[in-house]
C-alpha cells in the first residue's frame, strides 16, 4: 500500500464553520507533511510531524490547527477562515530515516480543494 | 536558505520528440535529495525520478533521465519520447537528507505536449 489518502476531495465552508481535513497513510512513514498550494503555483509548507509531534510550524496562522493522532493519521482542524485560505491542501508522508536511509521521497495525497465563501 | 529555480515557466514539445527542464538549486550542504515531480490536471503529485547528492552516477528511470552537475547546482530533466501523458506542471524539488525535513519546490514548468 503506497497510498495517501485525503479526505474529503472538496469542501465549501463558511467563514463561521468549523471543518476538518483528513490524512491516513499506512506505509509505515513517522514524517508527515501539511502543505497550501494555490492555483499555478507550487506548494507550500504549513506543518510538519515527526514521531506525531509538531517539527516545523510555516507561521501558519492560528485558525487552521494540525493534530496527529497516531503514526498514520493527520487532521488540518479549520476554523473562521478567510476567502484567500481558498486553495488545494496536499498530504504527505515520508520516513524519517538516517542519512542515507529511505528513499527520501515524500508521497503525496490527491488532496482536498477548499473554498471558502 | 534553500531556493530551487526553474527557469522556463512554460515548454512545449512534438510527440515523440526529447525535452529538457532546467532547475538550478542553492544550498551550503553536501548531503541532500533532488526530485522531480509532476503534478497532473488531475493534480496529485507523483514522483518521476529521485537523485541522492552523494551519487555521482545520473539517474534514470525509463524515458526521463537526469544531468546532475553538483559543483553548478544543477539538476535539468530530460525526457525522451516524449508522450501525450507527460503534460503536466514539473516540480523540481529539494531536500535535505536526515530527519523529516521538508521538500523545497522550485516555481514550476508548465509542459504541453503537441500531437
Known amino acids: 500500500d503506497t497510498e495517501v489518502t485525503q479526505t474529503p476531495k472538496h469542501l465549501v465552508m463558511g467563514m463561521t464553520n468549523k471543518k476538518s481535513l483528513k490524512c491516513e497513510q499506512h506505509?509505515?512513514?513517522?514524517?508527515m507533511y501539511w502543505y497550501k498550494q494555490k492555483a499555478k503555483k507550487p506548494p507550500e509548507l504549513m506543518f510538519v510531524?515527526?514521531?506525531?509531534?509538531?517539527?516545523i510550524n510555516e507561521s501558519v496562522p492560528s485558525r487552521f490547527s494540525p493534530e496527529c493522532p497516531n503514526s498514520s493519521l493527520l487532521n488540518l482542524h479549520l476554523h473562521a477562515l478567510q476567502p484567500e485560505d481558498s486553495a488545494l491542501y496536499l498530504c504527505?508522508?515520508?520516513?524519517?530515516?538516517?542519512?542515507?536511509?529511505?528513499?527520501?521521497?515524500?508521497?503525496f495525497g490527491e488532496g482536498s480543494r477548499l473554498t471558502v465563501l | 536558505a534553500q531556493t530551487v529555480t526553474q527557469s522556463q515557466p512554460e515548454m512545449s514539445v512534438q510527440e515523440a520528440e526529447t525535452v529538457t527542464l532546467s532547475c538550478t538549486y542553492d544550498?551550503?550542504?553536501?548531503?541532500?535529495?533532488l526530485f522531480w515531480y509532476k503534478q497532473p490536471p488531475s493534480r496529485q503529485m507523483i514522483l518521476v525520478i529521485r537523485?541522492?547528492?552523494?551519487?555521482?552516477q545520473n539517474a534514470t528511470e525509463n524515458r526521463f533521465s537526469v544531468n546532475f552537475q553538483k559543483a553548478a547546482k544543477s539538476f535539468s530533466l530530460k525526457i525522451s519520447d516524449s508522450q501525450l501523458g507527460d503534460a503536466a506542471m514539473y516540480f523540481c524539488?529539494?531536500?535535505?537528507?536526515?530527519?523529516?525535513?521538508?521538500?523545497?519546490f522550485g516555481q514550476g514548468t508548465r509542459l504541453t505536449i503537441n500531437p
Open positions: 504527505a508522508s515520508s520516513h524519517v530515516g538516517l542519512a542515507g536511509a529511505g528513499s527520501g521521497e515524500l508521497f
Open positions: 506505509m509505515g512513514h513517522r514524517a
Open positions: 537523485q541522492e547528492a552523494y551519487k555521482q
Open positions: 544550498t551550503s550542504e553536501s548531503d541532500y535529495y
Open positions: 524539488a529539494y531536500r535535505l537528507i536526515q530527519g523529516a525535513q521538508k521538500l523545497v
Open positions: 510531524y515527526s514521531y506525531e509531534k509538531l517539527s
